[in-house]
């Protein structure tokens, strides 16, 4: 993603194969735009999927998660990569 | 928040390989568990902080047991209930160091609980993050002190019941009372409003510490889905709904804006500084003088030893002996006593290890040689010994051989020489003598030379250079005949 302008609208990415499946991301989401996929990830769990549009990077699904590293949340004016590990 | 990203906070490591398995980049934690949540909200703050170089998590027993798997800063894991114990020890060596005792409720409110009030009452400096989930989760969801009252788990099947097994406890308020905590509060990781002020409640207890203000206290109430058996969503409604009425959320005490903030003088941990304070010396990059390994027939080479005896017969100081006389040659060695509560009288063992290589345990369950001086000893341990091994026994005390075919056999009259020599407590020395002059494993000026090291009462050296010559002798005797 060419983030070198200065994102035009929040984005959260997940990464699906650290996701649990727990929901809480998808249960706290003030826009409703997580939703729990129907595909397994690779320890059986179905994993949250991001519709692709609606994020305004409010960060409530980063603090509801227990993982590390499962979800990034990219705000509104962010400059630079895509964050790796 | 002023960040345009929110991310895997540095103070994780980017993979887990403590953890280790299939799944290296996650967690071990349950899907929705609070342990998570808590452990980013915590490494956040160490990165914003800039403190991860000097902080020290310390881990429970608990689910959180692991969480030197996850935080890449310092990190002990203590026993059950004891973090602020060892917090504490760390803090006092260490004040400029940032030290978190992480705690969950079955191991600060069981097992823990004084651990905790003495630590709180003692004002240490440090800055312990609680965690209550009103369940034992690790165990499979039995009791805890914290469990609601009506509330079901694997022990309490038809519900906590006050007559039974009391009420709840209430750790923060119980802490509250006490005089040297500056702050103390409840929290809940629940909507986004509570997690808000988790997070500034973690902040705010370790910027207490950064100023070096006094003992905070944070206690954050929990989902444990798989404890509860609810989903995760299921049980963040249960604990807004429920465990908060049991548990009222807020500041029960703050203080901390009349401490001025003084930052931590003192040490900061290294491993140089560690050495300074226990007195070491520099680390030794080669050995002293390197170990001739030609000079000793194979089958001696790198022994294990045990020796036994009765109390008072020198047994700890023949092992004291040989390990120092190793060192000072260049083995690595290890020295460990095991002894009774008599001074004299009881029965007295002891394990040492010289080897060229770095010696794994200093326990010796199977020796390679064992030195028996009296005949209860050779009978306890004789089985122990490897097949082809050496025994050495005080022919005054033990007149019988060891039953074993298989052993290598030395008979010296320890006790007789020592007596001749005038001090029977010496036999050890003769021991210690044929013990280097037939197997070759050290020469007779390093032991000479060791024994200022092990021997306090400067008038009886020469007497043990003497018993030690002896025992050489001894041998030497008995390979002409």
Known sequence: MDLEKGLESARVVIREDECKGCGLCINI???????????LNRMGYHPAGYLG????????????????GAITVYKKGYVGEEVER | MAEKVLKRADSFYPIFERKGGPTPDVTHYCPGCGHGVLHKLIAETIDDFGIRDRTILISPVGCSVFAYYYFRTGNIQSAHGRAPAVATGIKRVF?????????????????????????????????????????????????APTTLIGQKTTTSPMGRKPGNEGFPIRMSELIATLHAPIYVERVALTDAKNSTRVRKAVRKALQNQIDNKGFSFV??????????????????????????????????????DEIEAQPAKGNVFSVQGLREQLNLPEEKVAPATPVNKTA??????????????FGGQGILMLGLGIAQAGMDAGYEV?????????????????????????????LVTRPTVLIAMNLPSLEKFVDEVVPGGLIITDASLVTQPP??????????????????????????????????????????ETVFASLPHFIKQKSLIGLNIQAIKKGIESISSQIKN
């Not at chain 2, 889905?225 to 500041?251: C, H, N």
Request: proline residues 7%; charged residues 20%.
């Open chain 1, 29 to 39: 989401c003030p826009e409703k735009v997580l939703f729990e996929q129907k595909h």
């Open chain 2, 334 to 362: 290890s020295w460990i006593p095991s002894y009774g509560p008599e001074m004299r009288g009881g029965t007295a063992n002891c394990h040492v290890n010289l080897s060229t290589e770095r010696i794994g345990s200093p």
């Open chain 1, 53 to 68: 549009t609606g994020c305004i990077g409010c960060g409530f699904c980063f603090y509801q998660c227990p993982e590390p």
């Open chain 2, 403 to 444: 039953a074993r075919k298989d052993l290598e056999h030395l008979s010296i009259p320890a006790t007789q020489i020592a007596d001749e020599l005038g001090n029977t407590r010496v036999a050890n020395m003769v021991i210690l003598g044929a013990y280097i002059a037939y197997t070759q494993i050290l020469d007779q």
């Open chain 2, 95 to 143: 004040p400029q160091s940032i030290v978190i005792s992480y705690q969950g409720d079955g191991d600060l409110a069981a097992i823990g609980t004084n651990n905790i009030l003495q630590a709180a009452n003692r004002g240490e400096k440090i800055t312990v993050f609680f965690v209550n989930n009103a369940i034992y989760g690790m165990t499979g969801g039995q009791m």
């Open chain 2, 296 to 309: 000793t027939p194979e089958k001696y080479r790198n022994p294990r030893l045990k020796m036994a005896g």
């Open chain 2, 219 to 256: 206690e954050v109430l929990s989902v444990c889905p798989s404890g509860w058996k609810m989903t995760p969503v299921q049980a963040k409604e249960w604990l807004t709904q429920e465990m908060i009425k049991a548990f009222p959320l807020g500041v029960y005490k703050d203080i901390s």
